[in-house]
């Protein structure tokens, strides 16, 4: 039965997450609430830190199941608790990544005393040595003056000039701001491009994502762009149904291309 395949369930995660079979999905890609009081238009973030750390736990341990052998994780999180549940992951998985997103905040004042935030950590973990991985999927394009620098006979040819380098691990992609044209209804949307490229680099086209907290829909969105299946979880009805509206705008696009072509 396939019936969760590219299906968002309005429903708690903890509540659904059994649902989906074992070693079914390619990739997890998790954006949880990060414990510090965001407004969900409900109460899933609003829980004491000791709460907040048991209630990871639990959806971790009903998540990984779910993930093929060949398969990895990624969740994105705030340095106050990336410590902790780190050290927990790495009692279930392997590590491979820790990543800094630097959301490009531009400097407007802030805290007296102490430096300002303006990054959130994210981990890779994956449940096996022999994982998936696609670095060739994500690398990033030399620009022509670089390429022009490594002319000499001892690099023509280089795979490696051609095709770009491997990205590293901070990312440097600015946050969805209020005018830009990603920007949906949700508080912590997450770019396309970050989300992009953890599905190009960790699940195998055709494969499956899934996504416990969906929030606006970027996983699924991007999923879909990239010619992977999805599957997740949101709480809130009101982000359920502009999941909704976004995947159809996005198959609208699709359609539209299509006749363009035609």
């Known amino acids: 039965m396939d019936e969760w395949r ?11 997450l059994a649902r989906i079979p074992a ?11 990060y414990g510090l009081g965001k407004d969900y238009g409900n109460d899933s973030d609003k829980l004491a830190a000791d709460a907040y750390l048991q209630w990871m736990e ?10 093929k052998p060949s398969g990895s ?11 902790e549940i780190f050290v927990m992951l790495k009692k279930r998985m392997t590590m491979i990544n820790e990543i800094v997103w630097d959301r490009r905040v531009p400097s407007m004042g802030g805290s007296v005393r102490r430096f300002s935030s303006v990054h959130d950590t994210i981990g890779l973990f ?17 620009d022509a003056e670089t390429k022009k620098a490594r002319s000499r006979s001892i690099f023509v040819g280089a795979k490696w000039l051609e095709m770009g380098y491997n990205p590293k691990d901070v990312w440097s992609v600015s946050r969805l701001h209020r005018e ?3 920007r949906a209804d949700h508080p912590t949307q997450k770019p396309l491009e970050i989300v992009e490229r953890m599905i190009k680099a960790s699940c195998p ?7 416990p907290f969906m929030g606006s829909g970027t996983t699924a969105v991007a999923a879909v ?35 363009q072509d035609g």
Request: overall charge negative; aromatic content about 12%; charged content about 20%.
């Open 180 to 182: 830009h044209r990603e």
């Open 6 to 16: 590219n299906r968002i369930f309005c429903e708690d995660a903890l509540d659904g």
């Open 205 to 211: 086209p055709g494969g499956v994502v899934l996504d």
């Open 225 to 259: 762009r990239c010619g992977r299946q999805y599957t997740g979880f949101e709480l809130n009805p009101d982000y359920c149904a502009l999941i909704a509206s976004r995947l159809q705008a996005l198959q609208s696009a699709a359609g539209e291309a299509v006749l």
């Open 58 to 67: 639990q959806w971790i341990d009903l998540a990984l199941p779910t993930l």
């Open 23 to 33: 070693a079914s999905v390619d990739l997890i890609i998790a954006d949880p609430p």
């Open 126 to 142: 994956v449940k096996a040595r022999d994982y998936y991985f696609d670095l060739d999927a994500v690398r990033v394009p030399y």
């Open 73 to 83: 994780l990624y969740i994105f999180l705030t340095w106050r608790y990336s410590p």
